[in-house]
Nanobody, 120 residues
Framework: QLQASGGGSVQVGGSLRLTCVAT????????MGWFRQAPGKEREFVAA????????YYANSVKGRFTVSRDNAKNTVYLQMNGLKLEDTAVYYC???????????????WGQGTLVTVSS
């Protein structure tokens, strides 16, 4: 139900925009989240947005550089990533959650992941 795209290779300081399309509608979703998993590391929370109202949340490591947004009409969530750093290299996953609350790893649906590689 979730299709993530937009990953790629970029140099330090560059930008990418990730897209996550939710097929089948988003009426049952409370929120959408972005997570990432770097090689040899555990998956970590990056950002999230409450579908109704648009409240956003960010990990401290990306605050001020990444922006999560949504397009209700397109059932799509975006992750705009600016000022990319080497440590942002990871596979990025979008996820959807039906229950209230987005600051959790307990999401109901997960996309397939898209690789972001930042190089110097």
């Amino acid at each position: 139900q979730l299709q993530a795209s937009g990953g790629g290779s970029v140099q330090v300081g560059g930008s990418l925009r990730l897209t996550c399309v939710a097929t089948g509608g988003t009426f049952s979703f409370y929120g959408m989240g972005w997570f990432r998993q770097a090689p040899g590391k555990e998956r970590e929370f990056v950002a999230a947005i409450v579908w109704s109202g648009g409240t956003t949340y960010y990990a401290n490591s990306v605050k001020g550089r990444f922006t999560v947004s949504r397009d209700n009409a397109k059932n799509t969530v975006y992750l705009q990533m600016n000022g990319l750093k080497l440590e942002d290299t990871a596979v990025y996953y979008c996820a959807a959650r039906r229950a209230v609350g987005v600051l959790t790893n307990d999401y109901d649906y997960w996309g397939q992941g898209t690789l972001v590689t930042v190089s110097s």
